[in-house]
């Protein structure tokens, strides 16, 4: 079982910025995880944000291509998402995902990940 562990959330005006984190944890040593983030907004589906290869090139969703940054520290399975120039519009509950094996090919779909954070809640006003 790996359990993801999600922080970094919270409420800024608009034009603001903040880092969330995921951490995957499980009792396996020497384990690997394809990561990704995802978000969720009241009343809407699911969309992708971000996922990131073993080699750290990203993949992100092409509606929010060049405010956010996701990066990764393979050593701790810990996926970083830093989100600039926040707008309103972004204010949703930010989900890690995760699935077991080295990450050549990231993905980008939802139901391609094994393991799901609680969420974060980013709130952005303006």
């Known amino acids: 079982q790996v359990r993801l562990v999600e922080s970094g959330g919270g409420s800024v005006q608009s034009g603001g910025s903040l880092r969330l984190s995921c951490a995957a944890a499980s009792e396996y040593t020497d384990s690997f995880y394809c990561m990704g983030w995802f978000r969720q907004a009241p009343g809407k589906e699911r969309e992708a944000v971000a996922t990131i290869d073993v080699h750290g090139r990203p993949t992100y969703a092409d509606s929010l291509k060049g405010r956010f940054t996701i990066s990764q520290d393979n050593a701790k399975n810990t996926v970083y998402l830093q989100l600039d120039s926040l707008k309103p519009e972004d204010t949703a509950m930010y989900y890690c995902?995760?699935?077991?094996?080295?990450?050549?090919?990231?993905?980008?779909?939802?139901?391609?990940?094994?393991?799901w954070g609680q969420g974060t809640q980013v709130t952005v006003s303006s």
């Open positions: 995902a995760a699935k077991p094996g080295i990450c050549w090919l990231p993905s980008l779909i939802g139901s391609d990940y094994n393991y």
